[in-house]
């Protein structure tokens, strides 16, 4: 009885200092536009909501988050196409959300991938996410064979790019791997967005997605950035 005791509170302590890590299967990533909150609306400390939060999406679709649903805001709500919404859905059902900042070029940049399976990139935070047949591998000298090669060798310590347009993962970065500075000059928008007739700044017109430098002149010529050989 003492023995069972001891490994119980073994047991018990364990859980408390190593809680699950809750898995999401990401089953949507869009932009969004505006955010609109009830009053009451919060996050509380259970990390479930309070009161309503409704996310008008790039497509203008509008998608609310009721009371209770599991999530997390790391990116300001009140900001107009500033934001990347991660969701976890069942049916048309929000069962969790996360608010992500909008990277470059319409990426949002997350932590290492820790494995791949059944076509989903996981990560150490339990979210899932779809990737590419080939995920580009950004190293500056090294020869990366494959992905399995990249995690490790790599893994620990690099960036995980999203492209929000495909909903899949695009490329990782090694640790201190610096981004393609892109230099071009870019023209207004056409269509711009205008709330009480103010206009209401949008995405700049830029077909890069990162990868190419762009000339400054139309003599120079373009630069290209290629990936790392194929996976497996």
């Known amino acids: 009885m003492i023995v069972n005791a001891v490994i119980a509170d073994d047991d018990q302590l364990a859980a408390v200092l190593e809680p699950e890590i809750p898995e999401h299967r990401v089953d949507l990533i869009a932009g969004v536009f505006i955010t609109e909150t009830s009053d009451d609306f919060t996050i509380g400390q259970d990390g479930l909501t309070r009161g309503f939060v409704d996310f008008t999406l790039q497509n203008r679709k509008v998608m609310r988050v009721a009371p209770g649903t599991p999530g997390e805001v790391n990116c ?3 900001s107009i196409s500033s934001c990347v919404v991660f969701v976890d859905l069942l049916g048309d059902a929000v069962v969790w959300f996360s608010v992500e900042p909008k990277a470059e ?4 940049e997350l932590g290492p991938i820790v494995d791949l399976e059944d076509g989903y990139a996981l990560f ?4 899932q996410i779809k990737y590419p047949p080939v995920i580009e591998r950004r190293c500056e000298g090294e020869d990366i064979v494959s992905f399995s090669d990249f995690l490790r060798r790599f893994g620990p310590g690099s960036t995980t790019v999203i492209d929000v347009a495909t909903q899949r993962v695009l490329r990782v970065r090694c640790a201190g791997e610096d981004r393609v500075v892109v230099t071009t000059t870019t023209q207004p928008l056409i269509d711009v967005p205008v709330i009480d007739g103010e206009l209401i700044p949008g995405d700049e017109i830029d077909e890069n997605d990162g990868v190419v430098e762009v000339p400054t002149t139309l003599e ?4 290209n950035v290629t990936g790392s050989p194929a996976d497996d």
Do not use: H, Y
Request: glycine share 14%.
């Open 76 to 78: 300001r709500l009140s």
């Open 124 to 127: 150490a935070s339990g979210w």
């Open 220 to 223: 120079e010529s373009t630069g």
């Open 105 to 108: 070029r319409n990426t949002v």
